[in-house]
């Protein structure tokens, strides 16, 4: 199959102000190959991507952050075309570094990204073309980020407060960034420390949030704990999962069904430990638990039919420890329809049509220097391994996502020849096979 390949410096343009233009330049590089983009953005500097997000154009948004000059909070946009363009928050005097590490669109196409500069947490809005609309300060540091169909926002992330101990922080922000409320979470254990994980809302709009609560330190136990408020703020259930007296919990995924039922998946720690999934109704009493090697813990999401897709890894006790993964899935009952083993790790996500894709990345034969590359594999609905296809253009993958056009997503970054991360991103066309992507 025959490669087509060109070269593009792209001059990206920021408006900062109403009075004030913004020009920054960085390297876009565009390579495609039938069935694959590959989609390089590199600063000059290091650059660290996050989560993706998607809107109803094609378009996509990758929040980032950057260390070139003074060090950037952006977002990365990218049309259905892949024309990038780089959304920067203008640093203030005294102000530099930063990073985005969640970020949302409403139905207008205005922007909502979370995360810290060196002044701290920060929410910020921008235009669809990239001009800030506001800014606010978060108390905190932010984790994600939520879009309502009011255009409401939420930004969820956690506060220190000292010696070792902190709360959840979650505060709801109007379309034009005024605070609306402000509520705090902490454990049911005094002195320990928290962490937040996620947060999603329902089909109400009302926010679901998921992390760590009870932390003590130099002690292993934890609690996995899941919280519900309605719109304004007032706690309408709080769940603590405690796998067992002598279990760190890591919670790894949140989502939630047609049903308003929530799904929180996670695996026990520090060391090699098993997976587990928490199904919660609407009110928020516990429907199952599942647990072992095929009970998710690494990522969880719903296919069409409103079944559970689960994914975890099992590591390898011996050398070289490369160990392997399984994708399980379940009806919304909690019965087993079928597991699958895969090569490893990963994002695990469901096409329109029930195809089952995971997403990540796994160990290189040809080293280079992290020794990963990118992996997709695709299941079956009804569970048969289809193919695993690596991609060396990238070695640590950081999220995927399907754009609106079915599309798959696949962002995260590589290490180059000057020893600096760019940000890597595989767009595989909707119906994409391995012969297709050389």
Known sequence: MTSHKFHALT????TITASLLFVARAAAQTTTASSLTVLHFAS????TPSRIATDAAGSFYIAAGSNIGRGFFEVLKYSSQNKPTVIRHPNQLGEFGGRAVDAKVDKTGNIYAVGSTTFGGLVASFTPAGAQRWTARFNGTPVAVAVDAADNIYAAGTRETGNFQGEWVIIKYSNSGLTLWEQHHTGTVAHSDVHLTDIRLDSAGNPVL???TNMLVGFFPSTMTTLKLDSHGNTLWVDDFDPGPHFQVNPRGLVLDRSDSVYA?????????????????VNGNRQFLLSGNESGGASVAIDPAGDILLLGAIDA??????GFSIVSKYHPNGVKVWTTRIPAPGKVLSDTTG????????PNSNFNPTGEQYFVSKLSATGTLLF??????????????????GNLLVTGSLINSLGNHEIVTLKLTKGFTPASTQ
Do not use: E, R
Request: proline share 8%; aromatic share 16%; charged share 15%.
């Open 44 to 47: 000059g500097g290091d650059d």
């Open 265 to 281: 998946t996670g695996a026990t720690g520090p060391f090699s430990g098993f997976g587990f999934t928490v199904k919660y109704d």
């Open 388 to 405: 695993t296809k690596s991609f060396p253009q990238g070695q640590d993958v950081s999220d995927a996502a399907f754009d609106s056009l």
């Open 355 to 362: 195809n089952v894709f995971v997403a990540g990345s796994m």
């Open 210 to 212: 998921l992390g760590i």
């Open 11 to 14: 001059t990206l343009l920021f």
């Open 317 to 322: 006790p011996l050398p070289p420890f490369s």
